[in-house]
Nanobody, 124 residues
Framework: QVQLVESGGGLVQAGGSLRLSCAAS????????MGWFRQPPGKEREFVAG????????NYADSVKGRFTISRDNAKNTVYLQMNSLKPEDTAVYYC?????????????????WGQGTQVTVSS
C-alpha cells in the first residue's frame, strides 16, 4: 500500500505561482508512475499531469500545457507540480496519485493510491 501526502496548496492571485509536493511511502518510489489530478468545485475529477517512473516522460492536460511542470525526485520519494501563470479556473482540490506499472496514463481509474488532496484557490 502506498501512502501519499500532498502539501503546498494555498491562496494565490491570478498570474501567480505555487509548487505542490507529494511525499510517498510504503513502496519503492521508483516503481511508481505518478500523476496529479484536480477536482474543481462542483465538477468531476480531471487529469492534470503524469510522469513516468524515471521522470523521463511526462504528459499534461491541454488546459495546463506550458504553465504547469511535473517532476520527481526518486531519492526523496517526492513528486512535484510547479504551477505558473495561474488562472481562476485552476481553482480546485489537487490530488496526487500513484500506480504500479510501466505505462503512463491519464485515467483516474488506473491509479490505485491517492492522497488526501490540497486546496488551490486562485483569485482574480
Amino acid at each position: 500500500q502506498v501512502q501519499l501526502v500532498e502539501s503546498g496548496g494555498g491562496l494565490v492571485q491570478a498570474g501567480g505561482s505555487l509548487r505542490l509536493s507529494c511525499a510517498a511511502s510504503g513502496r519503492t518510489f521508483s516503481s511508481l508512475v505518478m500523476g496529479w489530478f484536480r477536482q474543481p468545485p462542483g465538477k468531476e475529477r480531471e487529469f492534470v499531469a503524469g510522469i513516468s517512473r524515471s521522470g523521463g516522460s511526462t504528459n499534461y492536460a491541454d488546459s495546463v500545457k506550458g504553465r504547469f511542470t511535473i517532476s520527481r525526485d526518486n531519492a526523496k520519494n517526492t513528486v512535484y507540480l510547479q504551477m505558473n501563470s495561474l488562472k481562476p479556473e485552476d481553482t480546485a482540490v489537487y490530488y496526487c496519485a500513484a500506480r504500479l506499472g510501466a505505462v503512463a496514463t491519464s485515467r483516474a481509474q488506473d491509479f490505485a493510491s491517492w492522497g488526501q488532496g490540497t486546496q488551490v484557490t486562485v483569485s482574480s
